[in-house]
């Protein structure tokens, strides 16, 4: 309205700008990928543990029988170092360097650290676990599973995290495809910019949706929810980087709003916006490895979820189950609207106040008169404290609401384990996609209107800053900062948030769910039958006997142990599960077929 530029001193709302880019793409996506490295590495220890206990209780490495709860710990601890060494790898040979160089030095030293984890991953494997391992795979039992296994496991993992950085920066890179059709249907309006932008993004989620697919089932094919886990780990290993290349965004932006600012030369200013424009894609990028992380850790979590509940799956012919995946769905779109709203209030406020000071404070415009730049601070900090309430209930509230008001009406602990999953399944996919999608429209939309800066050719003619198709891709790089900077990177504390309760309430429903099942389901049955007559260094033979019921045909399997006493009472020990109160016992597993269990232990007389 007044005709200046953004970064303009004589704006009053341009120090509430620089100080947001820090807040949103620095310390809240810090945050973020904090949170993500935090829940990946506790779902990997606690599933390493479920390793363990599918070994029998105990295995042979060089850490004590734990090495499988601890990899995920030394593959971070080697990332955070291999991530200052790829920092030095940054650099460009002049000072005349445009976008591609840049974004090329940066590029070098993302994937110097991405090949140095890779060779991490793999002494660590080779270190730390057993050759061969047993893993209990859902639906199909115990299956052999070699260290090399979980490395090609922990490689898919940082797969995902180079390629989808790759994804991100063709759908929002400056000169790109997708940006460039954007800058030519500004030249229609506001209107058709907008409509290029949605569905820039919508189309986005299809390569991103087929890469976390792919990533999934690979993991899980090398090495179960653990290989799941132990990949999302191996890509979070790379944070540190990461974060620096994300980082890079707000940095340069902040750096091109002082140099204008302080009115430096042109030449600082042109260097600025090189940095800038390719600051506006590292940060997009950056926000693709904070999506990514997320739907990797929260399938990591979920995976946690479903071992301790104890349930046998997610059955979305069960009423329930069905109706609360479409709940699930429904909340990031809801959550999304909160966010938008959010910032819509609050900006209206800023531009109200903006025009206030235009108005009553003299000389603004001449340079005179100094602008009251923390009263727009103040709007945004309040805005953002205030209007957040809603969507953290939501998020918090929603599965507290599914877990416990069905316990007062009597439904069974495993049904309800059921139906939170259901949920959560449903906040997971439906985020993921509306993270992706928002993202990378808002990436794209941004980058749309830095192009102009430089002038780029529309129906043959250069068109310029100011001109009326920049005014529209003006527009719609607004529409475009809240999806990028505020409803699309909630998305992944939504849905990671979303899980981590369901696993802090895992506990509580698999133990009263277990005893329940146990005492309704009479045919299940366990026998312990110990003839102990005996000195503990005498010779002795156990056999345990499990009954299967499979397609109403009953079968009989037998498992022999020998050796002295005190030894097969140990190895008897070990192959029980950890029971709902701590205390181990023997587990029957209603998904194999299995109806009852008999131990029997007898002492080996001399003839």
């Known amino acids: 309205e007044a005709g200046i530029p953004e970064d303009d001193p004589r704006n009053p709302a341009t120090i509430a700008d620089n100080v947001g880019d820090n807040v949103g793409d620095v310390a809240g996506m810090g945050a973020d990928l904090f949170g993500s490295y935090v829940a990946t ?4 220890m606690v599933l390493g543990n479920y390793v363990i206990i599918d070994m029998g209780g105990s295995i042979e490495d060089a850490f004590g029988g734990i090495g499988p709860i601890l990899l995920p710990v030394f593959i971070a601890g080697a990332g955070i170092i291999i991530s200052i060494i790829g920092t030095m790898f940054v650099k460009i040979k002049s000072n005349d360097d445009k976008e591609n160089e840049v974004m090329g030095a940066l590029n070098i030293g993302n994937w110097t650290s991405i090949f140095l984890v890779a060779v991490s991953c793999l002494l660590l494997c080779q270190w730390m676990l057993p050759e061969s391992m047993k893993m209990e795979f859902f639906g199909e039992g115990l299956k052999e599973v070699s260290s090399m296994s979980v490395f090609y496991a922990s490689l898919v993992g940082l797969v995902v995290g180079a390629v989808i950085s790759s994804v991100t920066e063709y759908y929002t890179g400056l000169g790109k495809t997708p940006t460039l059709k954007i800058v030519q249907q500004s030249s229609t309006g506001a209107g058709t910019n907008i409509i290029a932008g949605l569905a820039t993004g919508m189309i986005s989620t299809f390569p991103s949706v087929l890469l976390f697919a792919s990533a999934i089932w690979l993991a899980y094919f090398f090495a179960g929810f653990y290989g799941v886990a132990l990949s999302a780990s191996a890509m979070m290993a790379t944070t540190a980087m990461q974060l620096a290349i994300d980082a890079f965004g707000p940095i340069s932006d902040n750096a091109g709003g ?23 894609t590292t940060a997009a990028t950056g926000k693709g490895f904070a999506i990514a992380s997320a739907a990797l850790t929260s399938l990591a979590l979920f995976a946690a979820y479903v071992t301790f509940t104890g349930i046998d799956g997610i059955n979305i012919f069960k009423a329930p189950v069905l109706a609360m995946l479409f ?44 602008p009251e730049y923390d009263k727009c601070v103040a709007i945004s900090t309040e805005a953002s404290l205030r209007e957040m309430m809603l969507p953290g209930l939501l998020t918090i509230g929603f599965p507290l609401v599914i877990a416990f008001v069905p316990m007062l009406f009597g439904m069974d602990n495993l049904a309800i384990a059921e139906m939170l999953g259901g949920y959560m399944a449903g906040v997971t996919v439906s985020g993921v996609l509306w993270a992706i999608f928002q993202n990378n429209a808002g990436g794209a939309w941004d980058n749309a209107k830095k192009s102009f800066e430089a002038g780029v050719e529309i129906n043959g003619e250069m068109t310029y800053k100011g ?69 503990a260094n005498e010779m002795a033979i156990a056999t345990i006997t499990t009954t299967y019921v499979v397609d109403g045909v009953e079968s009989t399997k037998d498992e022999i142990i020998e050796g002295t006493l005190e030894e097969v009472e140990k190895k008897i020990e070990a192959l029980k599960g950890e029971g709902v109160h701590g205390k181990p016992h023997f587990k029957i597993d209603a998904s194999k077929g299995e109806t009852m269990k008999m131990v029997k232990i007898e002492v080996k007389k001399e003839s």
């Not at 590495?41 to 990997?44: D, G, Y």
């Not at 002082?258 to 506006?280: F, H, K, Y």
């Not at 709940?327 to 206030?356: H, I, T, W, Y």
Request: hydrophobic share 45%.
């Open 467 to 535: 001109s009326e198709a920049h005014k529209a891709a003006v527009t719609g790089d607004t529409v475009g900062d809240p999806f990028k900077d505020t409803s699309g990177p909630s998305m992944n504390i939504l849905i990671k948030l979303t899980c981590l309760i369901g696993l802090v309430i895992a506990p509580i429903l698999g133990g009263h769910a277990v005893e329940k099942h146990a005492n309704k389901e009479v045919n299940k049955e366990l026998h312990l039958e110990v003839t102990v007559d005996a000195d």
């Open 41 to 44: 590495v506790l779902a990997s």
């Open 327 to 370: 709940v699930g769905g429904m909340v990031p779109v809801v959550f999304s609207a909160l966010a938008m709203n959010a910032v819509g209030k609050a900006a209206m406020e800023m531009v109200q106040e903006v025009r206030r000071q235009f108005k009553t404070i003299p000389g603004i415009m001449e340079g005179t008169g100094k």
């Open 258 to 280: 002082i140099a204008e600012m302080s009115e430096q030369d042109p030449i600082v200013r042109e260097r600025t916006d090189i940095l800038d424009s390719v600051g506006n």
